[in-house]
């Protein structure tokens, strides 16, 4: 199960996912990266940053997060199934 936890930035969100993840890498469009262009093609969605068991997504100012967290979730949650 992922666990959502907020950061000290508003615009950035962790998700634990309990599994390595890989990293530290960022992840920006254009990436080749699987996950990476999933998540990246969420609207809103700026960059990924992975590392230790973690992601934490980071939004445009003007994105909300309770659109981009449901989208953000069921990827995280296929890439990282229990």
């Known amino acids: 199960m992922v666990r959502v936890e907020p ?3 508003p615009n950035a969100v962790k998700f634990t996912v309990g599994k390595p993840v890989g990293g530290p890498k ?3 469009p254009g990436t080749d990266d ?3 262009t999933a998540l990246l093609g969420i609207a809103g969605v700026t960059s990924v940053f992975m590392t230790a068991d ?3 997504i980071s ?3 003007n994105a909300n997060w309770d659109d981009i967290k449901p989208a953000a979730l069921a990827s995280l949650e296929e890439a990282f199934p229990d």
Do not use: I, M, R, Y
């Open 34 to 36: 699987q996950l990476g």
């Open 7 to 9: 950061t000290p930035n």
């Open 54 to 56: 973690f992601v934490t």
């Open 26 to 28: 960022t992840l920006l």
């Open 59 to 61: 939004k445009s100012a």
